[in-house]
């Protein structure tokens, strides 16, 4: 049996059917930013493995920093045990983010889980009972149930979950635009708060760029607004960098865009550089103090695998890479191009809207029928790309060259031009 019929009989993939109801492409290695499939052809890639890949595959820095870690220690349980690699990682983050208390975990998702249960500790810790959160329409914050509690309830079906699922208070995302007014939504943001604040113990959200809920750039005055009402009212701000984090709109932490600073910050996918399952809940030290100076005197979580010492390792050489090139200029180049070649999408008919930041390029159609069409025609001429619904983007490593981005855009434009009604 060849292993991709093997795949088709038993292996679930991401909001999939089994047996699979889409053409799966069998790839076999990935080098720089190409993926080689099971025939040798190659395809450029526009989707750095959902924002993770931020240098590239298999760059020698990365593979010889795992590599030497896998000889010196693969894993070791955290509980009653420290390691350098975690520290050092650690002190990147702090560094970076000018917050000051660490939590490694396993994935994004579980990032988003312990930073809902350190505000709710934090809110307890001060005597209070506030258990719910403020999150935005259109918000993806991951897949487990408490993440998932806080996404946008319609694109993430909270109906099929019934009663499971916490119901916690949706406010109005800002409209999409870096530039655009954003007033309504504000307007809304401080009804909702005046209404809720004695019950809610966070407001999450996704800084300047909503990802997987709509691909949504806006403006980051919303943010500023946002961070008035949550010392006011006492609401731990929840920033999820899990997808803009580590440079993807621009600046290290999209926050920055706001000149904000969040309690809580969550970072997953380029922390690793997209080689290991790793992310952090971050929080400045009033909330590390003020629950670890409770009764309890304890965070509540601990996974198996937390700091495993490979992610690790490997996320601390993926920041210093960073770090050390130049990683503004690049994204900045990135933008421009985006910005120049999605232009000629913008009158198509079937096009609804474009827009771009950073390393993140949209095409938004209005019509969602055509992703599987978009998706052939893109693998037929090359490039791995993956639409969903209306929404044809990418996001691009940093060391992209410029004309393989180039090329990437113009496929993504060519096939949507080829759209017959
Ligand atoms: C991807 C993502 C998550 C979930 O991360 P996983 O590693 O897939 O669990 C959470 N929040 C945001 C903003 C994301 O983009």
């Known amino acids: 049996m060849h292993w991709l019929d093997i795949d088709k009989e038993h292996v679930w993939h991401p909001y999939n059917s089994l047996p699979s109801s889409t053409k799966l492409l069998g790839v076999k290695r990935t080098n720089k930013t190409s993926i080689f499939l099971e025939d040798d052809k190659e395809l450029l890639d526009a989707m750095s493995s959902w924002w993770s890949a931020i240098h590239g595959y298999n760059n020698p820095r990365l593979n010889d920093a795992l590599k030497k870690q896998v000889d010196i220690m693969p894993h070791i349980m955290f509980g009653g045990i420290a390691h350098e690699k975690a520290s050092i990682l650690s002190k990147l983050l702090v560094d970076l983010t000018g917050l000051n208390s660490v939590f490694l975990c396993d994935s994004g998702s579980v990032s988003v889980e312990v930073a809902l249960k350190t505000a709710i500790q934090y809110q307890e810790a001060k005597g209070l009972k506030k258990y719910k959160f403020i999150a935005c329409e259109h918000s993806y914050h991951g897949d487990t149930l408490a993440a998932m509690s806080v996404c946008d309830p319609q694109n993430s079906m909270h109906s099929i979950y019934g009663t499971y699922l916490p119901k916690h208070i949706f406010t109005k995302a800002p409209q999409i635009g870096f530039n655009k007014d954003c007033s309504e939504a504000i307007t809304a943001l401080e009804q909702t708060f005046k209404n809720h604040h004695e019950e809610v113990a966070g407001f999450i959200i996704e800084p ?214």
Not at 363 to 388: K, M, T
Request: one cysteine or more; glycine letters at 8%.
């Open 208 to 421: 300047v760029v909503q990802g997987a809920g709509g691909m949504r750039v806006y403006n980051p005055e919303f943010l500023v607004k946002a961070r008035e009402l949550c010392d006011k009212y006492d609401v731990l701000f929840i920033a999820d960098e899990i997808a803009t984090g580590f440079g993807h709109t621009g600046k290290m932490f999209a926050v920055e865009h706001a000149n904000i600073k969040p309690d809580i910050m969550t970072v997953g996918k380029g922390l690793t550089g997209g080689y290991m399952t790793m992310a952090a809940m971050i929080t400045s030290k009033k909330v590390s103090d003020t629950i670890s100076n409770s009764e309890l005197g304890i965070l509540m979580h601990g996974p198996t695998f937390m700091g495993n010492p490979l992610a690790c390792s490997v996320a601390i050489e993926s920041i210093n890479l960073l770090l050390e090139t130049p990683w503004e200029e690049r994204v900045l180049n990135i933008e421009k191009i985006f910005s120049e070649e999605l232009e000629k999408a913008k009158d198509l008919e079937i096009v609804a809207s474009i827009r771009n930041i950073g390393a993140i390029g949209v095409i938004e159609l209005n019509d969602g029928s055509y992703a599987q069409y978009i998706q052939d025609y893109c693998v037929e001429h090359g490039v791995w790309v993956r639409p969903f619904g209306k929404l044809i983007y990418s996001i691009v490593s940093y060391t992209i060259d410029h004309n393989d981005l180039r090329k990437i855009i113009n496929t993504m434009i060519d096939a949507i031009k080829t759209i017959k009604k």
